[in-house]
């Protein structure tokens, strides 16, 4: 019923910047906290940046100074403006959000949406 779709990612040198896009389509009612995760290969999946329905924003200290979060609700978008890169920010980035959607003719449901995953890569 939702879907999330990422884009922005690519190569660029260290020191470089990137902004990564997510757009949630399909039949939806609201959208809560919306994220940014990465992941390594072989590795768990973590937590790059959040932002809740209300604006609150949270990073991994990894992240802090360097990217910013935010999103843009009538389009049903977020954003990751990432500055500054370096080689261990190398990852797949995906985009994550809790929305409510319409199910069947009128009831509402819950349900945590990921992305397919966007390529990061930053040359040393």
């Known amino acids: 019923q939702v879907h999330l779709a990422e884009s922005g990612g690519g190569s660029v040198q260290a020191g470089g910047s990137l902004r990564l896009s997510c757009v949630a389509s399909?039949?939806?009612?609201?959208?809560?906290?919306m994220g940014w995760y990465r992941q390594h290969p072989g590795k768990q999946r973590e937590l790059v940046a959040t932002?809740?329905?209300?604006?609150?924003?949270n990073y991994a200290d990894s992240v802090k100074g360097r990217f910013t979060i935010s999103r843009d609700n009538p389009r049903n978008t977020v954003y990751l403006q990432m500055n500054s890169l370096k080689p261990e920010d190398t990852a797949v980035y995906f985009c994550?959000?809790?929305?409510?959607?319409?199910?069947?003719?009128?009831?509402?449901?819950?349900?945590?949406?990921w992305g397919q995953g966007t390529q990061v890569t930053v040359s040393a």
């Open positions: 994550n959000a809790d929305v409510t959607y319409y199910s069947g003719s009128y009831f509402l449901n819950d349900y945590n949406y």
């Open positions: 399909g039949s939806i009612f609201s959208i809560g906290a």
């Open positions: 932002i809740s329905s209300g604006g609150t924003t």
